[in-house]
């Protein structure tokens, strides 16, 4: 299956250079682009660069600092202070989440309870463990998914159109969380405080999205939508050709809902009405954005939508999403489909039900290839 899906994407004007090849080289450095950018590369090679987004005359990214928003607006930034003690506060907020969920499918909260110190450190710790000795890192280096923690250069590296700049490090966090010696030392202390502590947020967020869908607060979080947490910590190099190719290529988030935590270097962006528009780096503040599962389980009601990190020439950018995914490996034929609550004369139904293992399998082998994981399920 693996070896279709590439010659699918093999670009056409490239069969002098055999692209599987490639791959398998870069993959065997177990160095990730970091290890590229260590040795001094000056041109980004080929299995990078991103022929649907490469244009010569593209405009150059707005420097540092200068995220000023667009004529499409600002990502929203929502206020959680007072959300568990003040009742009226509380409705504000629900409307607020309301309308950030249905317009632009991201928004970015503050006061939300997760110590800005407990921020940085969690960053600082994705730094220490992609900037540690080669060789050590080496040893964590897998693409065998029954391996607790996984650090590997592009989790799709074999079967995307093309690579994307940058490393990573993942581990499921919750709800069977790893012992402390199976974690990388040099974050595990972190790993384990920050998961606990966006855990609870995630609670809370899946509170009010109930709440904003009209439903019990205890709605999703009993279909446990909250229940496993997966934490991917990126790595992105300053990269010499930027305009060649993406930190991260255009997709949406295969899960239920995403909290992401990034430093102050930016690169971004959300697609909104046909524009893309930067998500501003803000000290203490999280991203929450909604994946495509919350939008088929409410019936379309929220809003799972395309976003991307552009390379910089800038860096290292460090983020942290944390991804809230249903408890697959406890019950994977588990089926989710519309919320029948969700559903009326006037909202009919808009998709089948899946199981978790035929979704999972989908969004995989498809890639990130740009066509929504929803569209095949579509009634
Ligand atoms: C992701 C993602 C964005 C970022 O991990 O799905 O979109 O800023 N990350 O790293
Ligand atoms: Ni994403």
Not at 150 to 157: C, D, E, G, P, R
Not at 274 to 282: E, H, L
Not at 349 to 366: A, G, N
Request: hydrophobic letters at 35%.
């Amino acid at each position: 299956m693996m070896a279709t899906s590439t010659v699918k994407f093999q670009a056409p004007s490239e069969t002098s250079y055999d692209r599987n090849t490639e791959l398998k080289a870069f993959d065997d450095t177990k160095s990730g682009v970091k290890g590229l950018v260590d040795a001094g590369v000056t041109k980004i090679p080929p299995i990078f660069i991103n022929h649907k987004h490469a244009q010569p005359h593209q405009k150059p990214y707005t420097q540092l600092g200068d995220f000023s928003g667009t004529k499409q607006g600002t990502i929203p930034v929502i206020d959680l202070d007072g959300v568990h003690r003040d009742a009226t506060k509380r409705r504000e907020i629900i409307g607020e989440v309301l309308e950030a969920c249905e317009k632009w499918g991201f928004f970015q909260i503050v006061n939300h309870g997760i110590p800005a110190c407990v921020l940085d450190e969690m960053i600082d710790g994705i730094r220490r463990f992609h900037e540690q000795d080669t060789e050590e890192k080496k040893k964590w280096y897998t693409r065998d998914v029954k391996r607790k923690v996984m650090f590997a250069s592009n989790f799709l590296l074999y079967t995307s159109p093309a690579a994307d700049w940058r490393d990573t490090i993942s581990c499921s966090m919750a709800p069977n969380p790893p012992d402390r010696d199976e974690l990388p030392e040099i974050c595990s202390d972190i790993m384990i405080d920050y998961s606990k502590q966006v855990m609870r947020l995630g609670d809370t967020v899946f509170e009010l999205i109930s709440e904003a869908l009209g439903l019990n607060p205890n709605h999703l979080k009993d279909m446990d939508c909250a229940k496993q947490l997966y934490l991917f910590g990126h790595y992105y190099p300053a990269c010499p050709e930027p305009e060649l190719t993406l930190g991260g290529r255009s997709h949406s988030d295969g899960n239920f809902l995403t909290i992401l935590l990034q430093d102050q270097i930016g690169g971004l962006q959300v697609h909104h009405e046909n524009q893309w528009v930067d998500v501003p780096p803000m000290r203490g503040a999280l991203v929450v954005n909604i994946g495509d599962l919350l939008q088929l389980v409410s019936n379309d009601k929220v809003k799972s939508v395309y976003h991307r990190v552009l390379a910089r020439d800038v860096g290292p950018r460090i983020s942290v999403a944390s991804f809230f995914l249903p408890f697959w490996r406890g019950n994977s034929s588990r089926v989710y489909g519309p919320i029948k609550e969700l559903i009326s004369e006037e909202s009919p139904q808009i998709y089948h039900e899946t199981s978790i293992k035929d979704y999972q399998s989908h969004y995989t082998s498809k890639g990130h290839d740009g066509v929504s994981s929803l569209l095949h399920l579509k009634l």
